[in-house]
């Protein structure tokens, strides 16, 4: 008796696990598919992506539904579309030998009569977005009040996304005596109240330690200044020839901008996130899984459900501002068995979210060095050591030889060896050779200076917003720092007052800061940013305060509303320096002819 047989599978489902070539059940199926076999029970199952979980609930309600009756029995909501069509495909494969069975995807973004011709069929089993789903019940294309069994998939990310409201909707157009089974990856408060709100006595079940990251992931962090960033994250990919990552940003701008940069800079690179058309997300993907594409730049919601097994490395290039987020991310990698790297380029003000994530991921995490320049350098040239070493020949090149003979007949082993190496070598010294140490702490960074003082070289800028927007001093000193990336000492006398505030930077970041607030605007309002001739070091005096009148007049801080939580910036314009467009780098070698 084979281990699946042992949970209660029968034999369709275990000649597809066969066929699929899976050997042993892994965790979570091993605890769910026993119970939701043997019981008519609502379940919560803590797990995370990658642990085999579609299987864990896939299997059960293959096995429970009529696959005689046309009738839908099973809904399964999802949060995207990827996450859908991946659970969709799986799901036929584990009820192949099943005849008769109809799974139907049903998401945004495609035909919403071609679904409703799939359903009208006779679906068994639906797998659903809940914006979609919500959209084809109000339309009567899909009748759900006969499900038996109704699967929450990644929960907490469905209420990441604000779901919530389509979720509770579209539950309530099913039958109160139905089995809800409930998977996420995190268990904060929102889910553990659906699952109060639509569960009966559910069965708990839990895969390692709670909110615990995949055991096959390692995290590493890499304390930089803001400004090196992007430098930083280059060097991380040079640093690991063969990577195949998803590189994480906060934001669908900084998404694309990185990816752009990255391409320019000659890495295989792509940007996703949902600015993409569907069919320009799909291709993107599909680059991403033939491995043309070796560094994927993605928003947090545009990754979900990349269902790649291979990934070597996650890198968060920002940390996400919701840090459970941040065990999605990672568990992007280290999947299917295989290990993975989760690493994280951070500045100092960030350094305490490490403390908060750990606590989380229950893991720590390994503070590392960004590698020098020369550690890179060695690392290629062992790297392409290695890579001759495997290349099989192509016997193609071999009508030409005689000729390359003769062209390299006066050079020795040892001399062709020095020029091949030097040919790539030279590419990435060049690069490296006076590359500064990016670590925090390394070496001269505005970091470690001194804090700024009010000087002659000072400049103190006015700037339209003030305590009427909800900013204390400290907020809008955070706010600026955000928008240009200076180091925290590097703005000082922040003076508030009800409309407008004053700020004092270096004068030499004059340019940088006039240019990181062109576009950025705060609760969909302009920001104003001009030089004051008061320079500051002191209280506010009336230097601004003709300012303010002059403001007043036109029109500014009358806004009414206060700003909901938290300030918003739109439109934030980065500084030059975060991009810096550097020719010759270390990456151009990948370019694909
Ligand atoms: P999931 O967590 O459902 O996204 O599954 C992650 C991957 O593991 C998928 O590619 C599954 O096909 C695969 N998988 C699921 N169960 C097993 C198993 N018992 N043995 C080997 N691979 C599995």
């Known amino acids: 008796m084979t281990k699946f047989q042992s949970l209660g599978l029968e034999q369709p489902l275990l000649q597809a696990i066969t066929d699929l070539g899976f050997e042993t059940p892994s965790e979570v199926q091993e605890k769910t598919i026993p119970i939701l076999l043997a019981h008519e029970t609502d379940m919560v199952s803590l797990a995370q992506t990658g642990t085999g979980k579609t299987a864990a609930f896939g299997f059960p309600m293959l096995q429970k539904i009529d696959i005689e009756s046309r009738t839908t029995q099973g809904l399964i909501l999802s949060p995207t579309r990827e996450l859908c069509l991946q659970i969709t495909s799986e799901l036929k494969l584990y009820g192949k030998y099943l005849p008769g069975l109809n799974v139907v995807a049903v998401y945004g973004g495609a035909s919403i009569t071609e679904q409703a011709k799939q359903i009208k069929k006779g679906a068994q089993i639906i797998v659903a977005t809940p914006g979609r789903m919500k959209d084809m019940i109000g339309r009567r294309m899909l009748d759900i ?12 990310e469905m209420l990441n996304m604000g ?9 309530s157009h ?36 709670k909110n615990v990251g995949a055991d096959s992931v390692s995290h590493e962090y890499y304390l930089v200044n803001a400004k090196d960033r992007y430098q930083a994250l280059k060097r991380l990919a040079d640093m690991h020839p063969d990577i195949f990552s998803v590189v994480f940003c906060r934001t669908k701008r900084d998404t694309q901008k990185v990816a752009e940069m990255l391409i320019e800079d000659g890495y295989n690179a792509a940007a996703l996130h949902g600015d993409l058309s569907q069919n320009q997300r799909d291709l993107v993907m599909k680059s991403f899984r033939t491995r043309q594409i070796q560094m994927l730049v993605a928003t947090d919601v545009a990754a ?36 993975g790297v989760s690493m994280v380029i951070i500045s100092k003000s960030e350094q305490r979210k490490i403390k908060a994530i750990e606590k989380i991921i229950q893991k720590s995490f390994i503070q590392k060095e960004v590698p020098s320049g020369m550690e890179i350098c060695e690392k290629q040239l062992f790297h392409l050591a290695n890579s001759i070493k495997d290349t099989e020949v192509n016997h193609d090149i071999d009508p030409y030889l005689p000729k390359i003979h003769e062209v390299l007949e006066d050079f020795s082993k040892e001399e062709l060896i020095k020029k091949v190496f030097s040919v790539e070598f030279t590419r990435f010294y060049n690069y490296y050779k006076k590359a500064k140490d990016l670590n925090v702490g390394g070496g001269n960074h505005p970091e470690d200076r001194e804090p700024a003082k009010v000087t002659e070289d000072s400049t103190r800028y006015f700037i339209n917003l003030g305590r009427k927007d909800g900013l204390q001093w400290m907020d809008l000193k955070d706010l600026i720092r955000e928008v240009t990336e200076l180091p925290k000492d590097d703005v000082f006398h922040v003076d508030t007052m009800d409309t407008f505030s004053f700020f004092n930077t270096d004068s030499k970041y004059v340019d940088l800061v006039i240019e990181a607030f062109k576009g950025v605007q705060f609760n969909d309002r302009r920001v104003e940013i001009e030089i004051s001739k008061d320079r500051g070091g002191r209280k506010f005096g009336g230097g601004g305060r003709g300012k303010d009148k002059g403001r007043k007049k036109g029109g500014f801080g009358k806004k009414g509303g206060f700003p909901d939580d938290r300030p918003k910036f739109k439109g934030k314009s980065r500084r030059k320096e975060e991009w810096p467009k550097e020719k010759g780098t270390g990456g151009k070698r990948r370019r694909k002819r």
């Open 145 to 156: 009040s006969k499900i038996e069994y109704c699967v929450l998939d990644e929960a907490d």
């Open 163 to 171: 779901f919530y409201e389509d979720i509770t909707d579209i539950l």
């Open 174 to 209: 099913t039958p109160e005596d139905k089995c809800t089974w409930l998977f996420s990856a995190t268990m904060p408060k929102e889910v553990a109240a659906i699952a109060q709100k639509f569960m009966d006595q559910p069965q708990e079940v839990t895969i390692g330690a």
């Open 304 to 339: 979900r459900g990349i269902d790649v097994d291979d990934i070597t490395h996650v890198i968060n290039y920002q940390l996400p501002d919701e840090i459970e987020t941040y065990t999605h991310r990672s568990g992007r990698t280290g999947r299917a068995g295989k290990t």
